[in-house]
């Protein structure tokens, strides 16, 4: 039983991939770099994660050609990551159009060619401020379109596990399984002191703290 | 109005990047190299059909990662490529796992990012020998897809306009338009001759034959 699981090597990709691995599955770890600022940090943390997971394969799949089209403070470095406020309104300038389709059809591909019966994917619901590729209509479109997209001999389920939980509940789960959080990287801003401002900081550190817990990673003081 | 136009460089998609300029588009192109064989010659007629069209602009992706996922003819250059056979059952080798899934997650990207209105994609069902990825539910599926997952505001729609067309159709509405078929490439096999005993040659051949019209590209000798 072979399952694909998209692993960036944050907090929530890497509890994803103890959990594929507790259900039984044999992994392979698909890591992106999009451009990202914080790539070299985050695949070094993927690298560690699928190594400390057992995953039986690891591929880095080069996706620079998001940054050609631009329109996301992720993957153009010329704009200014939006902070994470309450008062935020709309959708957050790290959204990279359609980036979960890119990144679910490869998984896909991967998992049609080699057999494969499922794909993981860590996008959740609730702290993503709107993301519209992190809906559960979302996952549930691009499991129909699995179904009519790949041969009919093949039964690829996408899983998402995390999509009504909260931070929160993904660490709790996570600790269960042993993830080792200190491994794992999170901020959109920096590669050695994780920024604690961006959404993907704020969240994370928020999580920890509600449950009596400091988070394993270092953060700039401010 | 910008529309994202997949040209391989092909028949189908050089007489679809004409129609959509035809409908008064401003063409932005995308071609894929996905370690396919006759890459070299499918780029070269992309970029001609893409200046004659009038595109401004042509983005060359690479999507090599699929060749490392293997399980298609088309990528892995140990196997052979099916030829055409009357008598050919299911799919034939040259199918590359879900590849159109991912080619639309990328032009969605790219249409997103730049405020464009329309994806074209040059899929037929006709002849294309049952690859799932082809079929008319499969190109449904995937507009709810991007209906669900790009931004509210955004609307893109994605164009299959020789869905249900076969391929005297398509150079019928070619010639209409234009389109320059001598600088155009479809053999899986080959670069210099078209080996025209493949599926792409094979369909490509008889089309012309049967229009009463000869093929204005050079075949190999059987």
Redesign the interface.
Known sequence: MIAVCLLSGGMDSSTLAYLAKDRGYRLICLHFNYGQRTEKKERSSARMIAGLAGAEEL?E??LS??T?????SLTDHRMQIDQYSDTTEG?PNT????????LL??A???A???KGEAVFIGVQSQDYSGY??C?P??ID??Q?????????ETTIRIYAPFLSMNKQDIIRLGLSLGVPYEHTWSCYQNEELACGVCGACHFRRSAFESLGMKDPLPYEER
């Open positions: 591929v799949i080069d050609y998001l050609r089209f631009g329109g996301s959708i959204y990279v159009p359609f980036r979960n389709a890119n059809s490869i896909t591909s991967c049609e060619a080699r519209p590729d809906r209509q979302f479109a691009f129909e379109l699995v179904n009519v997209g790949t041969r009919d």
